[in-house]
């Protein structure tokens, strides 16, 4: 019998991927977001808001992940953004060599910002390095308070924490106190923005907060 | 979620490490797992079963997992705690400004396989093509 060491990251191929992509996007100075979220969260309504927000300033692309919603690219190009569909078919999350293919389909160097939409999913894509600057997770109130303390992976891998919907907050008895305090403990660090993407409300201080990083890159 | 996919690709390294080691049999694989990773353990365990099965290599190997548990630095006051998936914030002083140490492992750590003179020296007679010759060390 032998022992063989390994010490090898069972995630290797895709880490060393992303590496390479985080490479490319330093190069071209273009920032990237990750965003993640559970499926009809706001995720589209959300990056439609902050290329609203944000167009004057930057050149925009998004790439829609989310298999639930073929029609999230169709939504944005109608916006004039150039947007991506990657065909996941059917995985649960996205993954370095996926995002790569898509990624080789844009002009990188005439980009600021890339937005991923990913797969609507609050727990795999977690655990996967795509190269980005950033996740940042989104929630919406009718999910309710207490999923901080059922998927703490995702508000911990956020740099920020979107809170989405805040206009249903009335109807939907969502106690921000304590979602506050959960997402305090399991990420110190990250802001929480309360937004409301369809009502043009909150979305300029998120947006103000993503253009400081952006312009840091450039 | 993805546990299966996790595990294909533990299993396509494995074999890998093994081929090229000249080994016969796995017996053994040894994972460390972060608890701050969405891996679930038993799930991890359900596909190495499921996918060692059709693995000549592999068919009768077991899989030990050893779950880290998040450690995490505080930037402010420098503590080094452990916590659990929930608690980030620092114990000693209550410090926002905190960096995770440990918890978020998914490695192969190591394998443990049979190799050609472990068979010799054994029971199995059905190894006639290596000889003690060609074994050298
Ligand atoms: N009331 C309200 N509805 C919203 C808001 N943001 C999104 N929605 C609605 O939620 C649904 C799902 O939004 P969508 O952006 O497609 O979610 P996705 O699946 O995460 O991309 C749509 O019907 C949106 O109109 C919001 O801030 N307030
Ligand atoms: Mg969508
Ligand atoms: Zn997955
Ligand atoms: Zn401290």
């Known amino acids: 019998m032998a022992h063989i060491d390994l010490k090898q990251p069972i995630l290797d191929k895709n880490d060393q991927l992303a590496r390479e992509l985080r490479q490319r996007f330093a190069e071209n100075h273009v920032f990237v977001v990750d965003l993640l979220a559970s499926p009809g969260s706001g995720k589209t309504s959300t990056i439609l808001a902050t290329i609203d927000a944000l167009r004057d300033e930057f050149n925009i692309a998004v790439i829609e992940g989310d298999i639930a919603s073929s029609v999230d690219a169709e939504r944005i190009k109608a916006q004039g953004t150039p947007a991506v569909q990657i065909n996941t078919g059917g995985a649960c999350h996205?993954?370095?060599?996926?995002?790569?293919?898509?990624?080789?389909?844009?002009?990188?160097?005439?980009?600021?910002?890339?937005?991923?939409?990913?797969?609507?999913?609050?727990?795999?894509?977690?655990?996967?390095?795509?190269?980005?600057?950033?996740?940042?997770?989104?929630?919406?109130?009718?999910?309710?308070?207490?999923?901080?303390?059922?998927?703490?992976?995702?508000?911990?891998?956020?740099?920020?924490?979107?809170?989405?919907?805040?206009?249903?907050?009335?109807?939907?008895?969502?106690?921000?106190?304590?979602?506050?305090?959960?997402?305090?403990?399991?990420?110190?660090?990250?802001?929480?923005?309360?937004?409301?993407?369809?009502?043009?409300?909150?979305?300029?201080?998120?947006?103000?907060?993503?253009?400081?990083?952006?312009?840091?890159?450039? | 979620m993805h546990e299966l996919g996790i595990m294909t690709?533990?299993?396509?390294?494995?074999?890998?490490?093994?081929?090229?080691a000249g080994a016969q049999k796995v017996l053994e694989v040894t994972l460390s797992v972060g608890e701050m990773t969405e891996a679930i353990e038993d799930a991890l365990q359900f596909a190495f079963?499921?996918?060692?099965?059709?693995?000549?290599?592999?068919?009768?190997?077991?899989?030990?997992?050893?779950?880290?548990?998040p450690k995490s630095e505080c930037l402010e006051c420098g503590a080094v705690y452990t916590h659990d998936r929930f608690h980030m914030l620092c114990p000693e002083c209550g410090g926002f400004a905190t960096q995770l140490l440990e918890g978020r492992e998914l490695q192969i750590d190591s394998i443990e396989v049979d190799l050609p003179d472990d068979a010799e020296s054994g029971a199995d007679a059905d190894k006639s093509g290596v000889s003690d010759d060609e074994l050298g060390q």
């Open chain 2, 49 to 69: 079963e499921v996918l060692s099965e059709s693995s000549q290599l592999c068919s009768d190997a077991t899989l030990k997992i050893n779950m880290i548990s």
């Open chain 2, 9 to 20: 690709g533990v299993m396509d390294a494995v074999e890998k490490s093994a081929r090229e």
């Open chain 1, 94 to 218: 996205l993954e370095s060599a996926m995002l790569k293919r898509a990624i080789d389909m844009l002009d990188l160097e005439r980009l600021d910002l890339i937005i991923i939409e990913n797969v609507g999913n609050l727990v795999c894509p977690t655990d996967f390095d795509l190269g980005e600057n950033m996740k940042v997770m989104i929630l919406s109130v009718p999910e309710g308070d207490d999923k901080p303390l059922k998927y703490p992976g995702v508000f911990q891998a956020a740099e920020a924490v979107i809170l989405n919907k805040v206009d249903t907050m009335p109807v939907f008895n969502f106690d921000e106190e304590a979602f506050t305090s959960a997402v305090n403990q399991l990420n110190p660090q990250a802001p929480i923005f309360r937004i409301a993407a369809t009502k043009e409300q909150g979305v300029s201080e998120w947006a103000e907060w993503l253009a400081e990083k952006i312009r840091a890159v450039q």
